[in-house]
């Protein structure tokens, strides 16, 4: 199985590199609750010093979404940042070493070869809001009659103030 976001760093000069990748929907599919369309775009500048690595770029996806307040769904495209260091580590360091506050953010890596595919997949995830909404002024659903107040107006209020 050919991975999508498979980096090679000696593939990369001392210095600027400018990368691209294209994910599948199929390659990010690893939560059910999110459907992403087409493909996700990913451009990438790497900065490579010796056997550290820092990436700085964006990744451009359309997500089909439910509104947390109608329940609609709708789809809406993000942009969201990528930052990422990666330090060669030493295999023979072991795995209990006390980090710094500074290198929390860093990953290591200890072959020549590092899969991006969990940073892009948690930089989605993480893009998407807890609560994404279809539109700013969204109006919800009736809570007595279940209409969406967006397209329809509730007969709840005229009916009851009748009665």
Do not use: W
């Amino acid at each position: 199985m050919k991975k999508s976001a498979l980096l090679t760093l000696t593939s990369l000069v001392q210095g600027q590199n400018r990368l691209h990748f294209t994910l599948s929907a199929k390659d990010l599919a690893a939560n059910k609750d999110l459907k992403i369309l087409d493909k996700a775009e990913v451009e990438l500048v790497a900065l490579r010093s010796g056997d550290k690595l820092l990436l700085e770029g964006a990744i451009d996806f359309r997500v089909e979404i439910n509104c947390a307040i109608c329940a609609e769904t709708f789809v809406k495209n993000y942009s969201a940042p990528v930052h990422a260091e990666y330090i060669k580590q030493n295999p023979r360091l072991g795995r209990s070493i006390l980090l710094t506050s500074d290198e929390i953010d860093r990953s290591y890596f200890q072959s020549e070869t590092i899969d991006l595919l969990p940073l892009f997949h948690d930089i989605i995830l993480l893009a998407i809001p807890i609560a994404p909404t279809c539109r700013e002024e969204c109006k919800g659903i009736c809570p007595n009659c279940g209409v969406n107040l967006n397209y329809e107006t509730c007969r709840c209020e005229k009916a009851a103030t009748k009665a």
